[in-house]
T-cell receptor
């Protein structure tokens, strides 16, 4: 079965620092990739998604992610974080042969110090 | 105001009791999902349904049951057979028509505590 790894469990940054959160998946065929964010006390919401085309995807709030097929990776980046980016971030990948099934990583908690 | 509602927000039950968590969506989405979120483990799929009266097991279906009698509703029952039911439960829905890469929309969750 598909599996998703997020190696950074807890990241602490100061405001204006750059962010990169890692996401690796196991199945190398055609997949759809997503990053979700869960702000404290709020619903999970979509940051960005990739399905085909340009491997550099731009999302909301200045986030972007790069799909590198050869590395089975879909890392999330932001050039300059703000205190309001404090949240938990989840990478999700569709299953092999089944685009209706989603696999989530364990999440990365980001704390941004003002 | 379209969205997904889950009720209640907090639920307490005694060990050995079955409990049903509600999930309703008014987004006219075809597919609905139930996840369990535990600290450090991310979201794990319990069940999902792509159409009324049909559903599939996810990766951790043991001790849970679902029904999909209406398109907008997908209740989850946590049975007494579930060994460790205390968790945060998230419901999601997704439009199937149009593309394979439509994202999921999530509800606010129900925190279940079994005493």
């Amino acid at each position: 079965a598909q599996s998703v790894s997020q190696h950074n469990h807890h990241v602490i940054l100061s405001e204006a620092a750059s962010l990169e959160l890692g996401c690796n998946y196991s199945y190398g065929g055609t997949v759809n990739l997503f990053w979700y964010v869960q702000y404290p006390g709020q619903h999970l919401q979509l940051l960005l998604k990739y399905f085909s085309g340009d491997p550099l995807v731009k999302g909301i709030k200045g986030f972007e992610a790069e799909f590198i097929k050869s590395k089975f990776s879909f890392n999330l980046r932001k050039p300059s974080v703000q205190w309001s980016d404090t949240a938990e971030y989840f990478c999700a990948v569709t299953g092999e042969y089944n685009f209706n099934k989603f696999y989530f990583g364990s999440g990365t908690k980001l704390n941004v110090k003002p | 105001d379209g969205g997904i509602t889950q009720s209640p927000k907090y639920l307490f039950r005694k060990e050995g009791q079955n409990v049903t968590l509600s999930c309703e969506q008014n987004l006219n989405h075809d597919a609905m999902y139930w996840y369990r979120q535990d600290p450090g483990q991310g979201l794990r799929l319990i069940y999902y349904s792509q159409i009324v009266n049909d559903f599939q097991k996810g990766d951790i279906a043991e001790g849970y049951s679902v029904s999909r009698e209406k398109k907008e509703s997908f209740p989850l029952t946590v049975t007494s057979a579930q060994k460790n039911p205390t968790a945060f439960y998230l419901c999601a829905s997704r439009r199937l028509a149009g593309s394979s890469y439509n994202e999921q929309f999530f509800g606010p969750g129900t925190r279940l505590t079994v005493l």
